[in-house]
T-cell receptor
């Protein structure tokens, strides 16, 4: 089985721009979560989607948004980029076991905001 | 919401010695506690997890203990090896709510 795939792997943007990141989960996984990873802050939860519906949301401003498509692929968007948005954005999928279980992470999209 | 604190933030141990990383959580309803290992430049990967109905779980050189009364859980690595060098994250979750991670521990094994 192919793992979680994230694109693009690296990108550079300037303040004020917007960015869209993509995540393809493992086949059969319906839950997709997004995390922001920065040095010293660990993994900050952004949001989780399950069957095209946002199931949980973290404490990030409205500039951060996401969606999930019928094939479980997910995208997240950050508008009006700020320098502090520079981070590694990780996507994770989990199988439909019905109970909390393992998260399978992608390799991440490293965003640099200049 | 859930709050997870993790200590220490950095840890260096001699190869062959044991390493212990501790986490505390705030929500007594939390019922699942995984540990993830992230090697440099790699993705986080689950190494062990424990559910609230169990006090201890072992898998070869790693073990996790859970004290529900005190609301803390710990990762124990015995006979450490160079490949154990990585950042370790603990996490806690209540039901289907969001998984809350600790801030991570950078473990360095000194040869």
């Amino acid at each position: 089985k192919a793992g979680v795939t994230q694109t693009p792997r690296y990108l550079i943007k300037t303040r004020g721009q917007q960015v869209t990141l993509s995540c393809s989960p493992i086949s059969g996984h319906r839950s997709v979560s997004w995390y922001q990873q920065t040095p010293g802050q660990g993994l900050q939860f952004l949001f989780e989607y399950f069957s095209e519906t946002q199931r949980n949301k973290g404490n990030f401003p409205g500039r951060f948004s996401g969606r999930q498509f019928s094939n479980s692929r997910s995208e997240m968007n950050v508008s009006t980029l700020e320098l502090g948005d520079s981070a590694l954005y990780l996507c994770a999928s989990s199988p439909p076991t019905g109970t909390t279980g393992e998260l399978f992470f992608g390799e991440g999209s490293r965003l640099t905001v200049l | 919401g859930e709050n997870v604190e993790q200590h220490p933030s950095t840890l260096s141990v001699q190869e062959g010695d044991s390493a212990v990383i501790k986490c505390t959580y705030s929500d007594s309803a939390s019922n699942y506690f995984p540990w993830y290992k992230q090697e440099l430049g790699k993705r986080p990967q689950l190494i062990i997890d424990i559910r609230s109905n169990v006090g201890e779980k072992k898998d070869q050189r790693i073990a996790v203990t859970l004290n529900k009364t005190a609301k803390h859980f710990s990762l124990h690595i015995t006979e450490t090896q160079p490949e154990d060098s990585a950042v370790y994250f603990c996490a806690a979750i209540v039901g289907n709510e969001k998984l809350t991670f600790g801030t991570g521990t950078r473990l360095t094994i000194i040869p």
